[in-house]
T-cell receptor, first 112, second 118 residues
């Protein structure tokens, strides 16, 4: 089955800790995206990548980092600099320069 | 800066009712508008995509319209069912140039939480 997978489904972060959220796709899509969703709000773009080894900051990139070493994978690291990390994180992918994005099931990050 | 607003924030209706969800956006320079469905704790599922040159799209009991000049879209759900209960998100797409490349950016509304009770 083709699609986007995110892991883990739930993630707990301790104070001062960096945590990494996984996003993998087997759709052969060039572009990948990370969004953050807070309760009662829409999605906000954190980072995006159009091709391997290239990525750009979105609207709320502070406190986050990404890498794009493989076409299939776009991991997101929530660093200790992100003071309010509790949220639902969604990964998406699309064919380069097309409008339809396909979303993964999401990871909920909670702070201990 | 593009802003997308959805009204109402929440809606509760009895089964069988026809209903309308509203979406407005501030910058009409979009190239499409999408309606998504999100079930609790899940990802997004695309329902309908309307290109900027189109006026409406239909899929089953769903009909979405777009008036780009006035910055408005509506999602019409006919004969609602309890299985339609979910959050409905509207998003507009527009091209942005950043880092020497251009990309299609989605700007989302905050969503309408729909509850259809038996």
């Amino acid at each position: 089955d083709g699609g986007i997978t995110q892991s883990p489904k739930y993630l707990f972060r301790k104070e001062g800790q960096n945590v990494t959220l996984s996003c993998e796709q087997n759709l052969n899509h060039d572009a990948m995206y990370w969004y953050r969703q807070d309760p009662g709000q829409g999605l906000r773009l954190i980072y995006y990548s159009q091709i391997v080894n290239d990525f750009q900051k979105g609207d709320i990139a502070e406190g986050y980092s990404v890498s794009r070493e493989k076409k299939e994978s776009f991991p997101l690291t929530v660093t200790s600099a992100q003071k309010n990390p509790t949220a639902f994180y969604l990964c998406a992918s699309s064919i380069y320069r097309t409008e339809t994005q396909y979303f993964g099931p999401g990871t909920r990050l909670l702070v201990l | 800066k593009q802003e997308v607003t959805q009204i109402p924030a929440a809606l509760s209706v009895p089964e069988g009712e026809n209903l309308v969800l509203n979406c407005s956006f501030t910058d009409s320079a979009i190239y499409n508008l999408q309606w998504f469905r999100q079930d609790p704790g899940k990802g997004l599922t695309s329902l309908l995509l309307i290109q900027s040159s189109q006026r409406e799209q239909t899929s089953g009991r769903l009909n979405a319209s777009l008036d780009k000049s006035s910055g408005r879209s509506t999602l019409y759900i006919a004969a609602s069912q309890p299985g339609d209960s979910a959050t409905y998100l509207c998003a507009v797409s527009h091209w942005l140039n950043a880092g020497g490349t251009s990309y299609g950016k989605l700007t989302f509304g905050q969503g309408t939480i729909l509850t259809v009770h038996p």
